[in-house]
């Protein structure tokens, strides 16, 4: 069986970024508004200082130090400086009234906070002597001008759109949505508001992975509930290849004789049968679906940055947790890294197990855990790849390693799922 990381980069290395791509529709550019959660194609290179000029860290006077130290501590005031307003040069022997944010005067060289100061009339008396550049925030302290403060392949948090705007991007270049076609076969399968006849299953993981393709900002069709047999699977893996650049499935790639997604894959594609030492997940399809000639030539017309040869595939386990977990581990920085996102690991955290696992697994375990009030993991009961609650009740997954047991109090490797989700 492959481990998880063999496994792992056997898809990152196949996943070639769409950026990479000759076409100019590999990228789009829009409003810094609408580019939540995308993919920057384009570094963003700040064209000012941040802030622009000197400004005042708190409301109270800008003042010359060396007034304070040579002269009288009561100075007049000759001007209030609002924020958004230009100042007049600060003449010797007086202080300016200034504002959180305002641009210090030219000839200033500190603020004293307006808590450290007697207003009597119009002159102020100054109870701190401060240090030169005190509560100054000096021009550029933020960021230099001609500085790259957002590389290509930042996926676009709220925070790094604000940065953005903070040096007057008005738009990013972006790379296209990643488009990704899905979908389910399995007679047994029902829609929720059906009635559930008798060997009928609701479809839960219709829903989970379509979710979960959103929260990533894919551009999804979801071809529903595919019939179990072979010639209308090959039909929709051909329609799918045509459009799509990811063609995701969940169960029906194994050997059974109503399990009609592995042969269909093998002739429309190439295909390659996965187990992955992993708990729970398993089993684990990865191929590529060819494009048919007019399939392809109508993709090219709609989107030139679409290869003209063949869209991946990957089919996941039919199990919902199965499903849920391989797609985090396996989908998700597979997505990412075709979107051209820099970073597409998520980040680990090392917590202190308090629960005791005294039977170790040959393979490696994802357990579902969940923080608790002392800063340590619970455990969920039943572990089991059918209980889909466990995936609600979590925090995230522990990955511990094969042949391991895990003692209470021991620290183990956990990832949280907000680290997985998007």
């Known amino acids: 069986m ?44 700040s064209p000012l200082d941040v802030p622009p000029m000197h400004t005042s860290a708190m409301d109270g006077y800008a003042v010359r130090v060396a007034d304070l130290t040579q002269g009288s501590r009561r100075l007049p005031v000759s001007q209030r400086i609002p924020a958004g307003h230009a100042p007049q040069p600060l003449a010797a022997g007086t202080a300016a009234r200034i504002f959180t944010g305002a641009t210090v005067p030219p000839g ?33 302290a933020d ?15 709220p925070a790094a759109l604000g940065l953005a705007a903070s040096v007057g991007s008005a738009t990013l270049t972006v790379a296209r949505r990643v ?61 799918a290849a045509a459009k799509h650049d990811l063609i995701l499935t969940s169960g029906g790639v194994s050997v059974g004789e109503e399990d009609h997604v592995r042969p269909a894959v093998e002739a429309e594609g190439r295909i390659n049968m996965w187990q992955i030492a992993m708990k729970p997940g398993k089993p684990l399809a990865f191929g590529a679906v060819r494009r048919p000639q007019d399939g392809a030539q109508t993709a090219a017309g709609k989107d030139a940055s679409m290869s003209a040869d063949e869209a991946f595939f990957i089919g ?15 989908v998700r920085p597979f997505l990412l890294r075709l979107a051209g996102a820099a970073h597409v690991s998520p980040r680990a955290l090392s917590l202190r197990a308090d629960f005791t696992q005294a039977k170790a697994d040959r393979r490696n375990e994802f357990l579902r855990a969940r923080v608790n009030p002392a800063g340590g993991l619970d455990l969920f009961a039943n572990q089991s790849s059918a209980v889909l609650t466990s995936t609600v009740w979590g925090d995230g997954l522990i990955d511990n ?18 680290e997985l989700l998007y």
């Open 316 to 330: 996941l386990p039919g199990n919902p947790v199965s499903s849920f977990v391989t797609f985090l581990l396996f």
């Open 108 to 140: 200033a060289d500190a603020v004293v906070m307006q808590e450290q100061t007697e207003t009597d009339g119009g002159d102020v008396t100054i109870l701190h002597t401060p240090k030169v550049g005190e509560w100054i925030t000096a021009q550029g």
């Open 179 to 239: 488009k990704v076609a899905v979908f389910f076969t399995g007679d047994e399968l029902t829609m929720p508001g059906e009635p559930l006849k008798p060997g009928a299953i609701y479809n839960s993981n219709r829903f989970t992975l379509t979710g979960l393709l959103r929260n990533l900002g894919c551009e999804v069709t979801d071809y529903g509930i595919v019939p179990d047999r072979l010639d209308v699977t090959r039909a929709t893996l051909r329609e």
């Open 143 to 157: 960021i230099k001008s001609g500085s790259v403060i957002l590389p290509a392949g930042t996926r676009l948090s």
């Open 2 to 45: 492959l481990s998880t990381a063999d496994a792992l980069a056997t898809l990152l290395a196949a996943a070639k970024p769409l950026t990479e791509a000759a076409h100019a529709s590999a990228t789009e550019t829009l409003s810094t508004f609408d580019a939540l959660n995308r993919v920057l194609a384009v570094e963003v290179v």
């Open 401 to 418: 390693p094969p042949n391991h047991a895990i003692s209470a109090g021991e620290t183990v490797r956990f990832i949280p799922f907000t």
